[in-house]
Structure formats: structure tokens, C-alpha cells
């Protein structure tokens, strides 16, 4: 926001609109003016003004949250002499608006607590606090609110205070926080049991666990402690009330996950938790959904954290496997969501088995094991009246995907083939009903890849039974049975006898609408694991695909038919594939002809992304093996369709997703023939060049890669690729250098460092001797430090690469040339590229992009240690030694010391461990 300071009028105004506007464009128009001046310097004392003024909630809600936002994203804009009087004047706020709304309270104290992180000249806060509130009792709702959010905030993301001042801070608090606990027990004899006061006493006692400062052997002999447990036992406590004490429980079992150093508090916890069993039976009895829920987490953490102990000593002291009955006892709860929550802990419990890989101690977990599957298997059930297939989407779909996953990860214990069979064995008993029938092939479906399919008569049978099913039984046991037989499509390679019967069934389920994807997806499966023993069906598969639309498939399921019949095709008779190619990919073809000829080009039936889509995928896994010297069956096809593909890309230039459809589908055409579409090169990168000028979609910088990958070794191909490199560099170059344009374009930035990556990877020389090389290296440089996830991986890749071809002696003629050209443009940008690098990890990236940053500064080094040496001392002293709020940043022994770790680096992963421990410095 520009010019003068607007009237609080004005803004008040504003505020107005944001809240009551009936007008939803007016109420934006408010949102983005207010946005504007949120950003402004002018916020600060707007904000003051009208937490003063106090004229309504809206007024004083909006400067609360003005006030806290820029206390944590711009606190540096204020001098230092101003933050004792920004402090008096937030606390003489918080005071004077305490009645008006507990969410302005939550705002201002969130404000005060962050300044207080930042304010280093702020000693002892909490005891500031406290001495000066605590004796008014009207002045404890904030107070507490205060001394709830001030741990909250320590690790916040928000604030840049850096480790050191962390540190500090949590040592303060840490001294402090008997006093708290002392405030807090003061509180509860006061106020007895005031509902209110309790749940503010229980969110503060979590927050003061989750920071991990309390002393634990005090805290096992803490009246609060008792006084928990009571109001966790007690029927009669108010929901909001039992929600707080579970939290604080909850909060207080994760504190002490190291079990060992915080034994007392663990002790007293482990007998807590174990006496609500009883509470817990109550709140199931009286349908409290809300409680149950809360005690099954207890249970949950409380296996969570002893999880270990668990493990090493089963059924011994707090290794006592009465903490697994309770979650088998959740388990057996009728709700699902109940049973969901423990899920964590038994991935948990499997993983850690599974790595011990101890016979003894599977045996003594496996009946936990068994028993939990018997229970997912009831959870699993659909509703007796429930009517078509399951559904996959809605929230109990997602919990039966879980379920299955869960299953697939614990099943090891239980034995695959013993749980298939005794699964297979209730279905024979009797006839149960539908709903179980189909909840037992689901979980069935779940294991059927992790059992053996050699010579087991148990899985042939399960076959041969599957596919007798009359079209009868209910549908949805006849789409899970569909599922089954998809993932026993080993089962079926290993018998092949059952091919015929098995594609007959699913044939059936093709043809009627509510099975019909399911059964493309079995098909696919088939097709994949049988690919020699159906290449006998092929020209059945080739009907089916001509006959797509015929079948009510979602688009996926049809795309999966295409890539099952691909996958066959490639094993047919080399001199057999190029005329079924050339059939398989006639109905899109044809149809995209269709669209070419007729003029209605913004309509959605000229839309030809469904038939690009099927092209590619039928390129994509149709992959021969072709001998060396043999002409490749495909080459011949894929020739003949160009025409139409480069139709296509001309008439939709404009349309990003369907020129990115296109050059998938090119894509996978080129990688198909690898060497074979050498005569397309030229015309397609003419195209694609003459597009990207006026229309720079990225996905022609990603098909560019493909091409240097495919032909950047070929001496005939390399200055023709370099030509293309330099003439889409041109125009991206002009987008990256507009304003925020290396942020507002990261798929570009991506793309076009994959490319270049790939010309380093295949002709190294060729891009280091051309200009556009410098140009490439400026732009990585700019985008150093830009945060995105997959550009930034790119950017990193081509740097790490550049860097190694100078060092990696491959015993080719080029080797001295290529050393010679490194260390000309490290000269030239090594002092910027280390500066903004140490510069971009400080300030900018997230820890997960650290090891590739590590991967450049370690070639850098490799290259030339004396002078990366020095580039990284002047990068260091280049770098902010204390924060805006006094405190201390870095120290210069912090700095000396993390450059001896790196330049004394012996790997590169010594590297990465050096820079992620000093980034925390900073953030």
C-alpha cells in the first residue's frame, strides 16, 4: 500500500464490508484492500488505534489479527527503541478487552507471546507476567491464555528466531515453569471445579508437556496429575472438559516417549491410563461417541510411547500387553472411527516386528494380530440394506483403503497363506450373509499377492469357486469378488488353465455399468502378470479396445485397458506387432482426424485430450525387444500418425493442457522408437520452437530433455539440439526475468533445468562451449533459493552435474577440455553461487531440499577445496549476526566451526548434517 496513511474511518469501513457486505464482490474488494494493508507500515499503528478505540468485536478482531501478523512476519520494521512501548501498549490491550471475545484474547496473546520470543531484551516474562496478573482474578482468562500459547509458539513456523535464541527461550521457561505449575494448582484450589477454569488449566498444563520442560519426577506426584485422572474416571464430567483432560494426558504421554529418563511420571501414567478401562466401558454403555473417542487415543498414545518397552520386554512391568487388550477392546467397538485411531500404532508395532524378525516374539503377538483382523474384517461389513457397489470415495470407503494397507502390513505375522485359508474357510461354512461374504473377500483381496501362488491348491480354489459366482449374488459381493481375482493374477499365471474361465467372468463384468471398471482393472492386472500366456487373446483384447466407448468405463479404467492390451502386444511376433499397432491405435487416430476437420474449436466435443491420452499410453507400454540392427516394428506407425499429432498441437497451441497432453504423447512416441524417430527430430523441434515463441508452455522444455536424452550422443544431432536449447532459452529467459518471475513460473524453472541437465548428462562439451552455458548458470544462481520442491531439485541437479563432469575422469578424449570450461565458469560465478547457496539454505529453503544444496557445495569442493575455502568464509561473514529483537544469531565460533565441519568434510553427507545444524541458526 502506497502513498498516505488511510483514515481509521476508512478502514473501519472496510471492516464493515468484510463482515456484513451482502454483496460477495464487496466483501472482496474489502478482503484485498485490507490484505494490502495488513502489509503496510502504516498497520502498526492502525491496528493501535483500534484496538483503543474498542468499537466493536469485527474492529478490534481484524487489529488483534493485524497485530499478531506482523509481530510474526515483520517484526524487523520496528527499531528497537519502540518494542517496550509495543509491549505496554499489547498488554494494556489485552487487559482492557478481556471481556469482549475469547478469539480477540487468543490474538493478542499469541501477539505478546511472539514478541516476547523476539524481544531478547525481554528477561523472564513468565514471571513478569505472572507477578503482575496472577493476584487479580479477572485477569487470569488471559493470562492463562498467554501462558498457553507462549510454548505453543517456540517451535512455530512463523517466527525466524533461529537456535540459538531457541535454546535460550527454552531454558527460560524451563526455569520458570515450577512457577507455572504453582499458578496453575493455585488456580484449581481457588476456582474448585469451575468447568471454565479447568479447561484452561488442562490446555496449559499440555502446552507446558508438548514443549518438554517440566520436571517429569515432580510432575508424577502433582495434585493436577490426580485431579486429571478423576475428571477422566468421573461419568459425569462435561464433554469440553473430558476433551481438555485427554489432550493434557495425551500431551503429557508423548513428553515422555524416552521412557527410560522419565520413569516416575511414565509409572504413574501407565496406572492412570490402565484404570479407565471401567470409565471407558461407561462411555460405550451411555453412547458417549465423543469420550469413547478420547479414551481410545488415551490408549493409543499411551501404546504409542511404550511401544518399545512393549517389544523388549512383552508382559513385563509397563511392557504389560493389557495396553493391547484396550485397543483390541476399541477395536470391537461398533463405530469404525473408533478402531481407526489406534491404526498408527499397529503400522508401528508391525514395522518394528517385522525389523526384529524374532520367532518367539512374533509367536507372542500374533494372537493380538489375529484378533485385530477379525475385528477390521466385522468393520469391513457394508450395511445389510445397502444397495449397488461400494463405494471408494466416501469416508467409510477410505477407512476400508486403510484398513487393507494396515492388513498388507502386519499380515507377515499372522502368515499369509494360514490367514487366506482361514479366511476362505468361513466363506465354505454355511452360507453367510452377503455383507459378510463380501467383507471377507475384500480383506481376501487385501493378502492375496503376499501368498505363494505355487502349488497351492487353496488359491486354485479360491478360482475356481470366484469365477462359478451367479450373476445373482448381490453386486456388491460380485465387485469385490472382481477386485479378488485381479490380485491373484499370479495365482492365475502360475495355473494358466484358468485364463479362459478367468477372462469369461470378467467379460461379464465388463458389459454391465457398475462393474465394468473394476473389471478393466482385473483385465489390466491379467495382462500385466500373464503377458505371454495372453498373447493368445490379443486380438479379443483388440476388440475390447475398439470398442471402448461401448463400455461404461471411467477414464482411468479405460486408459488401463489400453496399457493391458500394449503390454500383450509387446510380446507378439516382432513381424506381427507393427500391423497391430497400427490397428490398436486407428480409433483415436480416426478420431482425432474427425476433430481436425471440424470447425468448432471451443467446443467441448473438439476437446481431443481423451484420444492423445490413449495414444500415449499404447506408446508408453508397447515395448518390444528389438536386437540391435533389427528395425524397430514401431517406427513405421508412429511415422505414419505424426502428421495428425502435429495437426493437433498447431490448431490447440494455445490451450496448455491439451499441448501438454500433446507432448506426452510424443513423449512416449519418441521413447518408444528411442534411435528409430531420428527423421521426426527436425520437424518436431521446428514446431515446438516455433510455438514456445509465442505460446511457452513448459512442457516443450520437458519433450526437449527427451530429445537430448534420446539424441544427445548422436555427433550428427548435437549442434541441431544445441540450436534448439539456445532458441527456448530466449523466450523463458524473458519469462523468469519478469518480476517474481522465477516464482510465479516453477514449472518452467523445473523444466528448463531438466533440459539442461540432460545436454550436461549426454554432450557436456557441447553446452560449455556455447553462450548460452553463462546465462544457464546466472538463472540457477537466481533460483537458488527458490522453495519449490521439484524446481528446486532441478536446479540443484544441474549445478551438481555441471560441476562433476569437470572432476569425473571417464577416460575420454574430452576430459581436459571439460575441466578447463568448469573451472572457467566456476572463476567466473563460483564467489555468487556458494554466497547465494549458504544465503538460500539460512533463509529460504526447507530442510528437505538441504542434501541436495549439500550435494553442489561437496562437487564445488571436490573441484577446488583452497579456493571453495575462501568463497565460503566471504559468504559467511556475509550473513546477519544478531535479529532484529536483539538477540544473538550466530556466534563467530558458530561460524568458524561449521566452516571447518564442511571444508574438513570427508563426505558428502558430513555435509549435509553441517548445513542442516547451522540453518537452524537462522530459522
Known sequence: MEGEKPSLALVYHAVQALYHDPDPAGKERASVWLGELQKSMYAWEISDQLLQLKQDVESCYFAAQTMKMKIQTSFYEL????????????????????DLSPIIITQLALAIADLALQMASWKGCVHTLIEKYSGDVSSMTFLMEILTVLPEEVHSRSLRIGANRRTEIIEDLAYYSATVIALLVSCVEKTGS???????????????????????????NSQLLILLFQVLQRDE??????????????SALYAIENVDSNMALALQLFRGVLLLETAYHMAVAREDLDKVLNYCRIFTELCETLLETIVQSPGQGMGDLRTLELLLICAGHPQYEVAEISFNFWYRLGERLYKTNDAVLHGIFRPYIQRLLHGLARHCQLDADHEGIPEDTDDFGEFRMRVSDLVKDVIFLVGSMECFSQLYSTLKEGSPPWEVTEAVLFIMAAIAKSVDPENNPTLTEVLEQVVLLPQTVHIGVRYTSIELVGEMSEAVNHNPRFLDPVLNYLMKGLGEKPLASMAAKAILSICSVCRDHMAQHFHGLLEIARSLDSFALSTEAAVGLL?????????????????????????????LKKLLSQDHSNSKSADPTVWLDR??????????????????????????????????????????????????????????????????????????????????????L??????????????????????????????????????????NHPDTVDDLFRLATRFVQRSPVTLLSSQVVV?????????????????????????????????????????????????????????????QIIHACCFFLPPYTL?????????????????????????????????????????????????????????????????????????
Not at 527499531?79 to 478481556?98: C, F, Q, V, Y
Not at 462435561?238 to 485427554?246: M, W
Not at 534420446?710 to 532459452?729: F, H, I, N, S, T
Request: hydrophobic fraction near 40%; proline fraction near 4%; charge should be neutral.
Open 194 to 220: 469451575n468447568e471454565k477454569m479447568l479447561i484452561k488449566v488442562f490446555r496449559c498444563l499440555g502446552s507446558w508437556f508438548n514443549l518438554g520442560v517440566l520436571d517429569t519426577t515432580f510432575m508424577a
Open 702 to 743: 520437458y519433450l526437449g530433455s527427451i530429445l537430448v536424452d534420446e539424441y544427445g550422443m548422436e555427433e550428427g544431432c548435437r549442434q541441431g539440439l544445441l540450436d534448439m536449447l539456445q532458441a527456448l532459452c530466449m523466450p523463458t529467459f524473458q519469462l523468469l526475468e519478469q518480476p517474481n518471475g522465477l516464482r
Open 237 to 250: 464430567t462435561p464433554t469440553n472438559l473430558h476433551e481438555a483432560a485427554s489432550d493434557c494426558v495425551c
Open 79 to 98: 527499531p528497537a527503541d519502540t518494542h517496550i512501548a509495543l509491549r505496554d501498549s499489547l498488554l494494556s490491550h489485552i487487559e482492557n478487552l478481556k
Open 851 to 923: 542434501p541436495d544444496v549439500a550435494e553442489v557445495i561437496w562437487e564445488v569442493m571436490l573441484f577446488d577445496r583452497p579456493t571453495f575455502c575462501r568463497w565460503l568464509e566471504n559468504a559467511l561473514k556475509g550473513l546477519p549476526k544478531g535479529t532484529s529483537g536483539g538477540a544473538v544469531t550466530v556466534t563467530n565460533k558458530q561460524l568458524t566451526d561449521f566452516h571447518k565441519q564442511v571444508t574438513s568434510a570427508e563426505e558428502c553427507k558430513q555435509v549435509c548434517w553441517a548445513i542442516r545444524e547451522f540453518t537452524r541458526l537462522f530459522r
Open 563 to 591: 496399457k493391458g492390451t500394449a503390454l500383450v502386444l509387446a510380446r507378439l511376433p516382432l513381424e506381427k506387432i507393427a500391423e497391430c499397432l497400427s490397428d490398436l491405435c486407428a480409433v483415436q487416430v480416426v478420431a
Open 775 to 835: 546465462h544457464l548458470v546466472q538463472c540457477a544462481i537466481a533460483a537458488a533459493t527458490l522453495d519449490h520442491r521439484d524446481a528446486n531439485c532441478s536446479v540443484m541437479k544441474f549445478i551438481r552435474d555441471l560441476i562433476h563432469t569437470g572432476i569425473t575422469n571417464d577416460h575420454e578424449d574430452d576430459f581436459e577440455v571439460r575441466k578447463q570450461l568448469i573451472g572457467q565458469a566456476m572463476q567466473q560465478h563460483g564467489q555468487q553461487l556458494i554466497t
Open 615 to 700: 495414444l500415449a499410453v499404447i506408446f508408453r507400454h508397447t515395448n518390444p525387444i528389438v536386437e540391435n540392427g533389427q528395425m524397430h516394428p514401431c517406427q513405421k506407425v508412429i511415422h505414419d500418425i505424426w502428421p495428425v499429432l502435429s495437426e493437433t498441437l498447431n490448431k490447440h497451441q494455445a490451450d496448455n493442457r491439451i499441448v501438454e497432453r500433446c507432448c506426452r504423447c510424443l513423449r512416449f512416441a519418441v521413447r518408444c522408437v528411442g534411435k528409430g524417430s531420428a527423421s521426426l527430430l527436425q520437424p518436431l523441434v521446428t514446431q515446438m520452437v516455433n510455438v514456445y515463441r509465442v505460446y511457452p508452455h513448459s512442457c516443450f
